[in-house]
């Protein structure tokens, strides 16, 4: 799997070579989800569920190829459906997660023939296709754009599936090197975000789904944002200084959750002595100090957070650090600019960790704010609503279902989002104790108040 160069502006392209890019997209994340399935696993370990958060890696396989047949063969195609019979199975709103092992699902072989099939119906019937229609499905290629990310996502919490697997390692850590290494001397901090309005969202990025859409402006008063994310050494600190055990620092919920799952750490760690120990992928591994805190959930993100005299940034805070430009007063597409760029964000999975501080310099928004896509997920303190004017579409089960206080807003990506699955502009969402997730978090302050 390799990262698309430049995914955007799409608006730019012309139909035959927005097919072209499809195409080779559609086979990138083909080979992706293999990589992390029929390839490099077998029998039981495709088949068994290694939590009741997450389903067997086949279904996953599956679920992809059905959700393409559905939504580029029977809705953008008008063709009839191949296997009407195996709809239930994959439908993610019919059967939750813990009990999908319990469903007749198909064997790794059928899957992989099933998905194989879709695949070539798919690409047969892309020569045909028309993107310049006034159909918001196909204008643009938008739900192709679909297809190819729910695939991504779908790689990502395979990912989430290997990093809670016992046993051998299945996944080998990427033999090259970062694009990018720390900088000497680079320092984190925070900086000042201006008081003021900004552009929120957006409405003509064709690919974007609908919870990111209508652009909409925003006043904001003046607030601080850190620099980078939250390091383990930083989140080490917090630990050592009875953050766990103190009430004041924990949301009454949180506070719950501490005292009935036990947890004093991030997922996947160990103390052993004096020091910090990791399980990532198979290996066992001292905790990187440099590295930002990873699989930790929204209460621990909340509790460090005031324990070190901040707060979470709110949703419209991460963006506007994220994609204001206050000298043009536009939202840039990333960061950096409109085009994505190699050697800006480690993302793509191409190292199976989160990079060092002060790595990817040349990714740093408008304000100097680093490492804002790729590495981690950041909690956010905002819960996930719709926009003003928000409209679902093309259906209410990607967006509008979750909407309410029971989910967190996350931003930003992780190493192990790919580019074409994360923008600026993107919103994730999850429980505030999930934690198998690649999240982590930085801090914010508003202007004028103390440390």
């Known amino acids: 799997m390799a990262p698309m160069n430049s995914p955007g502006p799409l608006d730019a392209l012309d139909e035959g070579a927005l097919k ?10 083909r080979d992706r989800s293999f990589g992390l399935t029929t390839e490099v ?4 370990d495709l088949t068994a569920q290694v939590s009741p ?45 813990a009990e999908r092992p319990t469903l007749p699902l198909l064997s790794p072989a059928e899957a992989r023939s099933y998905i194989g099939t879709v695949r070539a119906k798919v ?21 192709y754009g679909m297809v190819v990310q729910h695939e991504h996502m779908h790689d990502e919490t395979m990912l989430a599936t290997h990093q809670l697997r016992k046993g051998a390692p299945a996944l080998l850590d990427p033999a090259a090197e970062p694009l990018q290494k720390p900088a000497e001397g680079s320092a984190a901090g925070e900086v000042l975000i201006e008081a003021g309005p900004f552009q929120m969202g957006t409405s003509d ?34 630990m050592e200084a009875g953050g766990y055990d103190d009430p004041r620092w924990w949301d009454p919920a949180g506070w719950e959750w501490r005292n009935t799952s036990g947890k004093r750490a991030p ?20 905790v990187p100090p440099g590295e930002p805190v990873q699989h930790v959930c929204w209460y621990e993100a909340d509790a460090y957070a005031r324990w070190a005299g901040k707060r979470l940034p709110t949703e419209a805070e991460w963006e506007k650090a994220a994609r204001w430009d206050p000298a043009a007063q536009r939202s840039r597409r990333y960061p950096w600019g409109e085009v994505y760029e190699e050697g800006r ?47 679902s579409f093309p259906y209410k089960e990607y967006s509008e279902v979750f909407f309410g206080p029971e989910y967190k807003v ?42």
């Not at 990025?205 to 944002?225: C, G, K, Q, T």
């Not at 990714?363 to 997920?377: F, K, N, T």
Request: charged share 25%.
């Open 345 to 391: 964000a480690n993302l793509g999975q191409r190292t199976l960790r989160p990079s060092e501080t002060g790595s990817y310099a040349a990714g740093a928004s408008a304000y100097g704010v680093r490492r804002l896509l790729g590495d981690v997920w950041e909690w956010t303190s905002s819960d996930f609503h719709g926009y003003p004017g928000f409209r």
């Open 41 to 44: 696993l077998a029998g039981d």
């Open 267 to 286: 997922a996947f760690w160990d103390g052993e002595g004096r020091q910090w120990l990791r399980r990532r992928f198979g290996r066992t591994e001292p």
């Open 123 to 143: 690409l047969d019937s892309l020569s045909s296709a028309r993107f310049d229609t006034p159909d918001p499905l196909t204008s643009g290629g938008f739900v």
């Open 20 to 29: 072209e890019l499809i195409a080779g997209e559609l086979g990138a994340v």
């Open 205 to 238: 990025d064709p690919w974007a789904y609908d919870n990111e859409r209508p652009v909409h402006l925003v006043d904001l008063p003046a607030y601080y944002i850190d620099v980078e994310p939250v390091t383990n050494a930083a989140y080490i600190a917090f």
């Open 53 to 97: 958060l997450m389903s067997p890696l086949v279904w996953d396989l599956a679920h992809v190829g059905n959700y393409e047949e559905l939504w580029l063969l029977r809705e953008a195609a008008g063709q009839e459906a191949m296997r009407p019979e195996i709809d239930d199975l994959y439908d993610a709103f019919e059967h939750p997660r």
């Open 410 to 451: 996350l931003r930003g990506g992780s190493w192990a989002t790919h580019p074409l699955a994360v923008r600026g502009s993107f919103r994730n969402w999850d429980y505030p104790v999930r934690r198998q997730i690649f999240s982590g978090f930085r801090c914010a302050r508003s202007a004028g108040e103390g440390r």
